[in-house]
């Protein structure tokens, strides 16, 4: 794998610590929580009983999607019992429509949690055969990419909804 920057990349030193950190959008004194505000009704592509998923706003990778969790907890920590058990099928269910898609290496999922408070995993496909992105390297690659057209963007959700509704 590589990175999609010409060498030599040179290393810095880290920033100064941020204690105690911002609060994160969904957090008191925040920024107001999107999964729970109406807006992210727009890029709603599937839902059932705990889970909601989402197209991305921007994306040089089209057939990416965000799943989020109807109800408002951070992570794994505070998942309810009744999410939890119903997490490792959704996330097989959408990794497969994912999949569906065509022309896709592997699906990878990331669970980063720095943004917002509300529960929320990305399931990011790499194309086939482009090993030059495989593992973390791929969110790099997909920072440097063309972006996709909303179409594309559209037209990828739209499969994968309806892989979701005949899984
Ligand atoms: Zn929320």
Redo the contacts with the bound molecule.
Sequence with gaps: MTLPYAEPLTVIDPAELVIPEPPRR?EEGGEP?F??SAGSDSNLIWSDQHWTLHNPGRTGLPGSVWLASRA?FDSFADMPAEVASTFAEVCGCVERAVLSLGDVGRVHLYRWGDGGA?FHVWFVPRPLGRLDMSGAYLMAWEDALEPATEEQIAGAGRKIATAMKHR
């Design positions: 969904g929580c999964p729970c408002h509300h």
